[in-house]
T-cell receptor
Framework: GQQVMQIPQYQHVQEGEDFTTYCNSS?????IQWYKQRPGGHPVFLIQ?????EVKKQKRLTFQFGEAKKNSSLHITATQTTDVGTYFC????????FGAGTTVTVRA | SAVISQKPSRDICQRGTSLTIQCQVD?????MFWYRQQPGQSLTLIATANQGSEATYESGFVIDKFPISRPNLTFSTLTVSNMSPEDSSIYLC??????????????FGPGTRLTVL
């Protein structure tokens, strides 16, 4: 079945620095979605990428979908304390398969 | 978007008992999903519950252990039966976009934190 791998599992970032989390699927995806889960909260939808090579931006967040529609990345610039949480990618092949998540902590 | 509530928000149960978790949505949705998230882990899909059809269970989950009801387009229940400590987890319901039969853009409920002693 479909498997989605996500790295790194943990990202400890200095406030103001950039970081990237990566997702790879074992199969070609119809789309990929990204969710953010704050500590103690539930996953909240961030964005969906559908087209091969698609790039979308949300303020300091940049999302990319690979040409083969099997990988994706989330890049955050100038990290802030509000970025703390776990970021999950979810590959969509008629059902969502979530990656393991990248848990982000920020030191001021 | 959709606003989802879950009851109970948390519970502590004895092994061998059963707990029914309710999921209520503020709009009519075709697709509803139940997930399990163990502490510090990712989300694992238990089953898809579409109104008017039997729930579809993922590998490793069976109806006898996790019976699901979906009586209408705004409500669903998940029962965790004959519980053991290994069932301790957060159970989340989610829904697809109101009125659409797609798995895009899922909205999650706040979750039910279950501890089994």
């Amino acid at each position: 079945g479909q498997q989605v791998m996500q790295i790194p599992q943990y990202q400890h970032v200095q406030e103001g620095e950039d970081f990237t989390t990566y997702c790879n699927s074992s199969t070609t995806l119809s789309n990929i979605q990204w969710y953010k889960q704050r500590p103690g909260g539930h996953p909240v939808f961030l964005i969906q990428l559908v087209k091969s090579g698609e790039v979308k931006k949300q303020k300091r967040l940049t999302f990319q979908f690979g040409e083969a529609k099997k990988n994706s990345s989330l890049h955050i610039t100038a990290t802030q304390t509000t970025d703390v949480g776990t970021y999950f990618c979810a590959g969509n092949d008629y059902k969502l398969s979530f990656g393991a998540g990248t848990t982000v902590t920020v030191r001021a | 978007s959709a606003v989802i509530s879950q009851k109970p928000s948390r519970d502590i149960c004895q092994r061998g008992t059963s707990l029914t978790i309710q999921c209520q949505v503020d709009s009519q949705v075709t697709m509803m999903f139940w997930y399990r998230q163990q502490p510090g882990q990712s989300l694992t899909l238990i089953a898809t519950a579409n109104q008017g059809s039997e729930a579809t269970y993922e590998s490793g989950f069976v109806i006898d252990k996790f019976p699901i009801s979906r009586p209408n387009l705004t409500f669903s229940t998940l029962t965790v039966s004959n519980m053991s400590p290994e069932d301790s987890s957060i159970y989340l319901c989610s829904v697809g976009p109101p009125g659409q039969y797609v798995t895009d853009t899922q909205y999650f409920g706040p979750g039910t934190r279950l501890t089994v002693l």
